[in-house]
């Protein structure tokens, strides 16, 4: 998660006529969403896992310039950004620490917009001069607008976080009017087990942590056919959930205590009644919601209360794999999960409004081998201590998911839109 | 030092008709102070005993609100700042964390300052309706005056910490040509000893811990003619100062290798030549110049280097008592302390440039009492583990400063414009 | 590794109508290990990770009257020993701080020792008193005599760690002199892939961790005839190995500067040769030997500087599958791991003297269910930020290890005996 | 109180014809008093700020060897353990580090008392050959005797916080029977204000930190007539004490925060009755017993919430001059402070049962310099950040205080047997 696994896809993509107009759209989303904010805003830091959204605009910039623009000889727009807006490559030289990411008042946010007009001119440029389909630019281009789209997200859980921190709880959007709906009862859908494939197939663009495809052992499973809610979730915690470490992972019951949870981040018990921070401020727990901003020990031992597990991710993958990618993504707007009343036929909806824990930790594919230079320097570089979720989040691009994409955080992280779906053994 | 001490004088205060001239001259100077500041400048808080430049300015305008206008019943401009501005006066209600007011973008800078208007309105229309010489409300803003001279000191090291922080190293203003100066030998002043007193006399305002005026006995002592220079603790370093671990106090020593210390704070060595970060950037370190950003500890251990011992407070004030305000304040706008050639009749000029460390842990003098209610709540509550600094620096306002003057940090603080003048024994 | 796991064998253990004369060799065997300490040896506790020799002594003893005795109605020896003595076993009720366990001088050892003939006359009478093959009595057992066989090596772990941090650097037992050993050129074993089971099968016992035996796809890989030897190590530590972070995992690199790594646990520069702490005070090191020491993220390292990976648990298993148990054990008391010349052959010699790292996290097996009660409550509680290491070292019982045997430590644990085997892809 | 502060007393001590006695008997008490313990007992430490009895034992032997035998070129026992044994002369050369110091099992307790004996030969011989009176060696022998005179009480105080961490809360000797009594009312005693003298006069042995001898001027104040007992304390408990911040020096209410302070140290509430851990184990809180293990802050905020304030230690001093040395010490075996029943008479008992917190820092008197040489060299290294207490507890011996006697401790520190006695202004 402190990555971004980024890199050059192995498989040819299929040529892309429309690789301007993409950078055009993708490059104008990241600063819409940073629209409704104030420098001030868009400059603070709340913790070092999250980054200020001046920081994503130009950290997104700074890939642009160093990986495709730099080594065609273009100068660079300060030098100072080099390390500045570095995140972890090595390769690329030294970088300023993540931790003090919020300490940079300088460049201003009106600095790094024009550092991106800067970068958007000489990319938009370079792309007006050709075609350069089945080239290796053309890939670092679409890897740099993948990227952009990861930071997308990041910007909206990082703003979140630091929003969440202010005792005034502002709201970044107006909330959308809750919907009293019908909750589709939790049933189970079958699946077959046998030799099956996970990984990425076909032509289209992927990151390497989905490569190489591989054959793998399935065995029969049972999958939910839908999230778990807030309103199940209220009842793990009703039961005494957070206080019985019979429940728990031993290193979950230790951050539970350490870090006095009660209940998933954001939501706030006041009179008696339970709260929850969103983009829009705070509302009243909608018990149709699924649970969200839960980390992966609530989600196991939630899973474990009630008598199930956690799907691992080559269940995950089996089980989505053909379906429609619906379900509420960024493009809605709505940055927040939606009440779930539809996701009744098995195995339901799989994608959008919450990321979905597996029990798989975060490890190479058998084959794997990471790209050659500084791209690829870091690929592999996170494949410790962290699980795969799956899925994406009402506040990831639509066009950025797949049944193959496989996001990854620590255990205990719990700011970006996580929640859970069960699974079980087939008896 | 975490608290700025506030209190009603006991000593009455002579007739001042010029309140009001000097609330608006003084309320305006805070606020040129942050003018060549972005918002993302005034936001940000760089360390936990740092507040951001927004803060104080919210703050000290919360101070007149909550201690003058409330009282007389006058609306609340936001019940919300009540919370967020207040420091630590428990009396007043809950506050807002230190550590955590780097995390407020929001109220914003504009609406901090439209905040300071709306007082500013609403003080100027109170003391136009009529004199309240000799009235505890007069005691009150005048106190409110004083606090507001306070936090434009903090104002300006607080940013100079943040900037710090910036691999850019910001300039604040531009930087004053530094002119090659003779430096004058250090010689020895005698004071003779006796029954002397110290504490504030007379009728001009004092805060609560410079009282009551007391008897003490005053042996005989010597008070070096000027402050150390930097040249001077450059030999300290180049002896092996920071290593050499009989020079320190055990809780200094501690520090030293915890923290890393090699030099004064802000000191930073390029290909084997000493810089100092200033608020006007980086300038070569001026041999001429008083050694700034020490620490009590490195204050007490380049004294005992030198075969000498810092002074007691007693002793300062004795040596002081009737000399001129004389000395760089922050009325000079140089943003930095003055090389020192001048200081050369004894004791010298014991004002401005940088605060001197004395020995004397602050405590109450002997009859102190609080004054009651809020504003008396935490007059002595920091009385433990500081230290007192007299004199005044570079970014005091010289109306602020004078011989009974009582400053205080802790002993590890360094970021402070804190200095060191040499005293020793009589032989 | 904060657990042994410790379950009731769900196969079904062949009639051991040795199981007495079983039980009184294991619990003399424990007892001889002590023998050469003292009381004081026996009372200190280094770090949190480690336990005191005494603690172990009591808590494996614990262990019968907990789960074995106390069913039967034998009165408790003393009741606070239920809390004193408790590792983690929730259900069994409160216990004491695993890091305050070295803060224990009562009981003292001669206390301990005599709880443990105590519980010894009454286990022994019980066991005398019929056959209980194939009785869930004899399955706890079993299982309390594999518990004593782990708490045996931990011994020796944690007083190693003990021991190193002691200036005097005392030794546990005389040295084994050092043999000069030509060291066979590593070479590489191809296995072939294809549908593979892994698991524990047959009669004999077994964790639960090591079931249910199940099917995996296994791709072709090669395996590494020998341990990586210190001498190979020590050309990484040549080569800057611990300065490169483009070498090391995000996480290991962390690790590395943070706790200031520059070789493996134990070892000493002085003069410019490097030394080694061992059970036998301190040895130069011999090339010839393991590296032994090494945290997960340093095989990580090192294997990437070499050019290949870590095995996969999977591999490692199906390539000892049917290997002889050779090496050096416990049983040989050298206590350290030895020059491994004869490990020439393909792919060599697969057990003892160091365990090896595996990349695969430790994670429950496909159908892995805990079974019922206190002794399972814990058996799945450590599946998390843990990586599997498989073959025994040099202070393992031989009788203990087996192909499908999982040890299990966090990634940045260096005190157990832990090495490297290389892997690779077949090309 | 990281140090005992050691120093050559610069008055010239009076002829002592009984130096070998007062050696013999010295000697002899320290090892009486770890008599009743185990050699686990004696090798345990329980937190950074306490050292193990066997460290205690050591070091008061290392200071002979170190500064009294060496000099005459008598050869080291060990020279391993002039490493191990220094406590903080770093002009003696390398120390082994203080939070390490229970991680010794070697060299266990025989062999350290093996080490004390082979000292006490050699210095019993020394002794043997002549009068030494009025020499430098004299005066170090002297300082070795007081110095281990204050690690008789370090070792009490250490050990009795080691069996607290013990859940069988151990005793170290049986108790006395508690007494009811009569507690005499609090009254205040005047001493009248002027010119006075602190600091030791006289021929006597004293701490170099008692010198020199100086006027001070003295406002007239007001002393309790005796100690405040546990019954008060009760009350400021009852009354909110530990909830109210306007009480509380502010780094003391942060103190409260972070320790989760509630009562004294040792004190356990159980089914709503107090008791505490006493070196006789459990026993109920006796209203009449002056309250013991109370920090400065916990002292300073009882004394606000109780309308007055702690004395200075020039007051105290004042107070205390010519009475004589009556109260519970080491030599009445208790371990425990007494009721207070008999201290009616103004300003009543001085000295024993519980240390007494002034309100001064602990700072060098006017025209203090520290002796030469590594005796010397640490004298004033604590002078920041500490509090003077006076008067000596229970466990300190009765030989060992005086009026002008100066102990010191930081102001969160509790497992001394440190009280409270009031002062207050004259009105």
């Not at 969403?33 to 400059?43: F, I, M, T, V, Y």
């Not at 890939?139 to 202010?166: P, R, W, Y």
């Not at 909330?175 to 589709?184: F, S």
């Not at 859908?189 to 032509?203: E, L, S, V």
């Amino acid at each position: 998660m402190q990555n971004r696994s980024l890199s050059v896809p192995f498989a040819a993509a299929a040529p892309q006529p429309d690789l301007r107009d993409r950078y055009r759209e993708f490059r104008a989303l990241t600063e819409s969403l940073a629209a409704p904010l104030s420098a001030e805003d868009c400059a603070l830091q709340s913790m070092p896992d999250a980054s200020p959204t001046k920081w994503h605009l130009a950290h997104t910039n700074w890939f642009f310039e160093t990986f495709v623009l730099e080594p065609q000889g273009v100068p660079a727009f300060d030098p100072a950004y080099r390390v500045l807006f570095n995140s972890y490559y090595n390769a690329v030289g030294e970088r300023h620490p993540r931790p003090q990411r919020g300490l940079l008042s300088r460049p201003g946010l009106e600095e790094v917009l024009a550092y991106r007009r800067h970068i958007d001119d000489r990319m938009q440029a370079m792309l007006d001069r050709g075609d350069i389909s089945n080239t290796a630019l053309h890939a670092i281009v679409e890897l740099g607008l993948h990227h952009e789209q990861q930071h997308q997200e990041l910007m909206l859980t990082d703003l979140k976080h630091l929003f969440s921190c202010n005792p005034l709880r502002p709201a970044y959007v107006r909330g959308v009017a809750a919907v009293a709906v019908e909750i589709a009862p939790l049933t189970w859908h079958r699946i077959d087990g046998g030799i099956r494939c996970i990984g990425h197939a076909g032509d289209g663009f992927c990151f390497d942590n989905e490569l190489p495809r591989h054959r793998i052992v399935l065995p029969a499973f049972e999958l939910a056919s839908r999230l778990v809610t807030s309103g199940e979730y209220l009842e793990f915690i009703d039961a005494g959930g957070y206080a019985r470490p019979a429940l728990w992972l031993s290193d979950g019951w230790d951050t539970v205590v350490a870090q006095g949870w009660q209940a998933p981040q954001y939501w706030e018990k006041r009179d008696d009644r339970w709260f929850q921070f969103t983009l829009s401020g705070m509302r009243a727990i909608d018990p149709a919601e699924p649970v969200c901003h839960v980390s992966y020990y609530e989600a196991d031992a939630y899973a474990r209360w009630a008598g199930a597990r956690l799907p691992r991710e080559a269940e995950w993958e089996n089980a989505a794999d053909g379906l429609p990618i619906e379900g509420h993504f960024l493009d809605a707007h709505r940055f927040h999960p939606a009440a779930i009343e539809h996701r009744s036929h098995p195995p339901g909806q799989m994608y959008g409004d919450v990321w979905e824990w597996t029990q798989s930790p975060y490890v190479a594919y058998p084959g794997y081998t990471p790209p050659a230079g500084a791209i690829g320097e870091y690929n592999g570089k996170f494949m410790v201590n962290q699980f795969v979720l799956r899925g994406g989040s009402c506040v990831t691009p639509r066009s950025h998911i797949r049944a193959s994409y496989r996001n990854f955080f620590p255990p205990a992280a719990r700011w970006q839109f996580t929640g859970i779906r069960l699974a079980r053994d087939v008896a």
